[in-house]
C-alpha cells in the first residue's frame, strides 16, 4: 500500500538523516493496521523532509576543541503508555559525533525525574 511504500522510503532516507529515526519509527509501528491518522503523520514527515532540503550542516576547520554533551528530556510525550523520550548529542569542536533520542523504559512520576534519567544513561 501507499503507506508501507512510504514508510520504507523514508526508513531508507535515515541512513543520511538520522534525525528521522524517532519521527519515523513511531508511525512504522502500525504497519499492520494503518489508520488515516497514521498516514498524515507519515505526510507531516514528508513535508519537513521536503522543506529541509536546502539545509546542511556546516564544520569550521579552526576551532578549540572541546567534548560537549547536550542532553533533553520529554516527560510523559507517549499519551499510550506515558513513558517519555531523551536525547542527546555529543560534539567535538564544531563537529557532532554521536547523536541519539530513545524511549525511556520506565515511567517518569515528574519532568525532574525524565531529565535525570536521560542524563544518567547519557553520562
Known sequence: ???HQLIGSLIY???TQP???YSIGLPSQFMQKPR?????CVKRVLW???G???FNISYKSNTIIRLKVYTDADWASYKTDRQSTFGFIFSLGSRAISWS???QLTVAMSSTEAEYRGTTVVA
Open 13 to 15: 532516507l535515515t541512513i
Open 19 to 21: 534525525n528521522l529515526n
Open 1 to 3: 500500500t501507499q503507506y
Open 36 to 40: 488515516d491518522i497514521h498516514l498524515d
Open 52 to 54: 529541509m532540503m536546502d
Open 101 to 103: 533520542n530513545k524511549k
Open 48 to 50: 519537513y523532509v521536503c
